[in-house]
């Protein structure tokens, strides 16, 4: 059974940056073709993809966020961790990772989603 | 960059009718890298279709996919109640990308 749980900060101040956590279960990071990414989502708005990163350690990033976004993986921890710069109150939005698999970038199986929120 | 336009914006149906959501993209998409996905209030989205027409894993037949190149369709095909939610359509191949989603309301 594959989950994905993501963690982190609730409330950022504008400027800091943002270290968010996805700690999976149910596959590994090391099996060819399997990917995980970030998603987010501010209130009441559509999804907007931030990152992806494969167990061959390629990255994809957002280019209009590719100057402010980190994605890294762990594989013996089970964990991605994606970091965002310069936090603006823009950002406030539920923040989600997940899973992919085969190599390609749609995703089968999400985190239930954290809520970040910018503000001084 | 490619732009995914969904339209409409919002569908008014009732129970049992059949539900036609568009999305369509300003430049080809590349061997149908197109998915959708399914997303309910205070819900991570689930992902309904990939490949353009593959239904994922345990998804109802009532669900398909359908198109090429710029224009493609999720059609629903008698609505249930579970079914009301916002559907959104994704672009995985040279860009990833989400369009605006669509929101099939009851009417």
């Known amino acids: 059974q594959i989950t994905l749980k993501e963690s982190g900060p609730t409330l950022v101040k504008p400027t800091q940056t943002l270290t968010l956590t996805c700690t999976f279960s149910?596959?590994?990071?090391?099996?060819?073709?399997?990917?995980v990414g970030w998603i987010r989502q501010p209130p009441g708005k559509a999804l907007e993809w931030l990152a992806l990163i494969y167990w061959n350690d390629d990255k994809r990033y957002s280019p209009s966020l590719k100057s402010r976004l980190t994605i890294t993986k762990d594989t013996s921890k089970n964990q991605v961790v994606l970091t965002m710069t310069n936090m603006d109150p823009v950002d406030t939005a539920t923040y989600y990772c997940?899973?992919?698999?085969?190599?390609?970038?749609?995703?089968?199986?999400w985190g239930q989603g954290t809520l970040v929120t910018v503000s001084s | 960059e490619i732009v995914l336009t969904q339209s409409p914006g919002t569908l008014s149906l009732s129970p049992g009718e059949r539900a036609t959501l568009s999305c369509r993209a300003s430049q080809s998409v590349s061997s149908s890298y197109l998915a959708w996905y399914q997303q309910k209030p205070g819900q991570a989205p689930r992902l309904l279709i990939y490949g353009a027409s593959s239904r994922a894993t345990g998804i109802p037949d009532r669900f398909s996919g359908s198109g090429s190149g710029t224009d493609f369709t999720l059609t629903i095909s008698r609505l249930e109640p579970e079914d009301f939610a916002v559907y959104y359509c994704?672009?995985?191949?040279?860009?990833?990308?989400f369009g605006g989603g669509t929101k099939v309301e009851i009417k």
């Open positions: 997940a899973h992919s698999d085969s190599g390609w970038a749609y995703f089968d199986y």
């Open positions: 994704q672009q995985y191949g040279s860009s990833l990308l």
């Open positions: 149910g596959f590994s990071l090391s099996t060819s073709g399997v990917g």
